[in-house]
Structure formats: C-alpha cells, structure tokens
C-alpha cells in the first residue's frame, strides 16, 4: 500500500489527486521507535503542507475496523473514505475561498461549508458542546454535492426533488436507516435556518417532504439479557481497579441512562460527592440541565478515579474531565463517544464473551427492563432517559400491556 521506503521511519499512502493536489497519508513504520510518532496529510500548494488535526485519531480508528484480508486497492479507498471530510476542507480553502458571504448564486456545497465555519465558531463560544455529529452530516452533505448531477448546483436550484434525492441517496447508496435518515433531514432544516439567518431569500423545500415513517422499522437496539448483565459486571467488580473508568462508563449509563456523549462532558465541578450528586449535565437533544443522584457504588469508582490523579502528582482541577486516560482525570478536550468505545475494546480484547456489547446497550436495556418493572411510572422513566416525548421512551417498551377491567357491579 504505497511507496514504502525501506526501514525507514515513515510511509506515505498516495490518497490520490483532488484539484489538482496530491494527497499523502503519512503514518509511522513498523520501525519508528519514537515515542509520540507522528501522523498527518502532506500535500504541496505552492509549498509543502503539513495537516495534522485529527488524523491520528481517525487512524486509529481505522486499524479498529480495517478488513484483514484487504487489497491493497481496498484498503486506499477506505482511507480515502476515511479522510474524505478532511481533504474536502483542505481543497475547498484553497479552491473555493469559502466566506461569510452567501447569496443565491453560490455553490451549495460551499454553502455547507460555510454553516459548518458558523458551528466551529459556535462550538469555540462553547454555544455547541459538540461537533461530531454535525462533521458526519456535513460529510454527507458534501459527498451528495460532490456528485456530478449536484456539484454545479446553486442554492437558488435547490428544490424539494433535490432533497427527495438526498433522501433517497442516505437509503440507498449509504444505507442508512429511516430514523437516521430523517435526523439528517432536520439537519437540512437547520441548513435553511442559517442561510434565513444570512437575509438569504429562500424557501425551507425540504418542509414539503414528509418525515419517513419508521413505525415498521426494525429495532436497531440490543438488550443485555439478565445474566448476561450480572456476568458482565461482576467482573468489572473483580477487576474496578484495573477497568475503573469502564466500570464507571456503563454503571452511569445503565443505572441514570445518560448518553455517552453526556458522560464523556463530565468535569470535575459538577460533581458534589457530599451529597452523591452530579450536577447541570447537559442534553444537546432538549437543550437542557439535569442533576442525577449516584449510587454508592459509583460513588466509589469516582473516589478511585480521583485518588489515581492525585497520586499521579496531578493536580484536581474543577475543568477536569471525570472521563481520561489510565483511569484518571482528563485536562484539556474531552474524550468523544468514539475514544470510549475504544477504551471498551480493550476491555473486550481480555473479556471476549462481552465483545459484542456496546456502551449504548446499557442504556438500551436499562429503559428496557424499566419497563418491566412495574413499580416504575412511565414518566420516571421518560424523565431518566431524558426524552422530551414518551413516545421515544415507549420504543423500549417490549411488555405487551394488559389493562384489567374496571368492573361495573351490581348490587
């Protein structure tokens, strides 16, 4: 895959050519022995250019999910799939000159680029908490828009068939599910909000489109069976202080039914352990706080995780991610739900019966056997899982209710 220079300590993955630039992935070799080895994109522009924001990350992710049995071919394109967004904001800063300055006659996709700019800067103002979402559905957008039929597209040619399309790529060509679909779809509404909110005159077309019906929709959720559960966290118990954060991660979900990304934003000043709480966690979806009181147990396991920062020599600061690195506390940005799955898989690589389970099934099942238990009103569990709408809640709902008479007597 690539050039590769022997022993030396870089490779260097041709990604291909975009306008005109070439494009290099350049990873570590199997004999770079630094200890922070680097990884970045290097492409010439007049003089070369090195990119580094993420790209590590993103290959680390793909070595998690790399087919083993790859061509070389096959193995490019994923890459090339991988850092896709990437590439295309590198090209469009250098081709397009993207600015604030909207109208009718721009081009849609660099149109989306600029309102995925107005979220950078939402999120550096701390207005948005975070950005992963909004970079997949950027992405999607622009591969829509990069296509030949749609890329000479302007907003002043947007209309509903347009949209429909969209829709209909997201089903087909990636697949998606209609639940999933239609999140992207309100996506496009903000889309149209900003470019209201730019005095752009334009109609919101994706309003005539009717959301997708999902009612017959296979459950993508997984339930942890009983045991299964009890075997799982049992050995979390055994192994709390090898596994803490772990332990820590789906005893939060599983018992107050917070997302993952709700707990990755964790800090330290919203913790008051004198009173077992954890304090204003934040909800992108309603756009709300809630404090959730914490059980002794997972009481403990912050203690653990606190205990191992100080005697690390760190100093506690009230910024401090509860979520880190050898079970300890975060400074700087936050884990995302992507770095805690992969803290999951290297529990999972000693612990293989639990390789199948993901963090999101505790929440999954938790709502699940909520319901089950009868002693638990509906609306507490809607408030626990923090959904606006009991409609969402009753997705989880596998009982099949039976109302009892209301006997009428007579005498």
């Known amino acids: 895959m690539g ?45 070369q250019v090195k990119y580094y924001t993420e790209v590590k990350n993103l290959y680390q992710q793909y070595l998690t999910i790399a087919r083993p049995n790859a061509t070389d071919k096959e193995r490019i394109t994923d890459l090339q799939q991988l850092y896709s967004y990437d590439i295309n904001k590198i090209v469009s800063g250098l081709d397009l000159k993207a600015s604030n300055d909207v109208n ?31 970079k997949d559905r950027t ?37 998606l599910a209609k639940s999933t679909v239609n999140q992207y779809m309100t996506y496009v509404s903000q889309f149209y909000n900003f470019l209201i909110f730019k005095e752009i005159a334009i109609f919101n077309h994706s309003l005539k489109l009717k959301k997708l019906d999902t009612s017959k929709q296979t459950k993508k959720f997984k339930e942890i069976k009983d045991e299964e559960l009890k075997s799982f966290f049992k050995t979390l118990e055994v192994n709390k ?77 009230q910024d401090d991610f509860l979520i880190g690195g050898r079970d300890r506390l975060k400074k700087g940005i936050s884990y995302t739900p992507k770095d805690l799955r992969r803290v999951f898989e290297v529990f999972k690589k000693e ?13 999954k099942t938790s709502i699940t056997n909520q319901f089950n238990d009868a002693t638990i ?24 209710d039976v109302t009892t008479p209301y006997v009428f007597e007579i005498d």
């Not at 612990?351 to 929440?363: G, P, R, T, V």
Request: aromatic fraction near 12%; charged fraction near 25%; glycine fraction near 4%.
């Open 104 to 134: 009718l006659n721009t081009l849609v996709i660099a149109a989306v680029d600029v309102f995925f700019q107005y979220q950078e800067a939402q999120y550096d103002k701390g207005e948005l908490h975070n950005l992963s979402n909004y």
């Open 241 to 317: 202080y090898k596994f803490t954060r772990i332990y820590l991660s789906a005893l939060l979900v599983y018992e107050q039914t917070i997302r993952p990304i709700q707990l990755c934003g964790i800090q330290v000043n919203q913790l008051d352990l004198e009173n077992n709480l954890i304090k204003n966690i934040y909800s992108a979806k309603n756009k709300s706080y809630r404090t959730i009181e914490i059980s002794p147990k997972v009481k403990e396991l912050i203690q653990i995780i606190l205990k191992n920062t100080v005697d690390n020599g760190d100093i506690v600061g």
């Open 377 to 400: 009103a509906p609306d507490l569990i809607r408030q626990r899982a923090n959904h606006s709408k009991m409609e969402t809640t009753q997705i989880y709902n596998q009982k099949k």
């Open 3 to 47: 050039k590769k220079v022997k022993r030396g300590n870089y490779v260097r993955i041709d990604l291909g050519i975009y306008s005109g630039i070439t494009f290099l992935l350049v990873i570590p070799s199997k004999w770079n022995k630094a200890k922070y080895p680097l990884h970045y994109l290097e492409y010439y522009n007049g003089r």
């Open 139 to 175: 992405a999607k957008l622009k591969d829509f828009f990069s296509l030949d039929n749609n890329k000479h597209l302007m907003l002043r040619d947007l209309t509903s068939d347009v949209w429909e399309a969209f829709r209909n790529y997201l089903l087909g060509t990636k697949k």
């Open 351 to 363: 612990f293989s019966q639990f390789k199948h389970i993901l963090i999101y099934d505790f929440k």
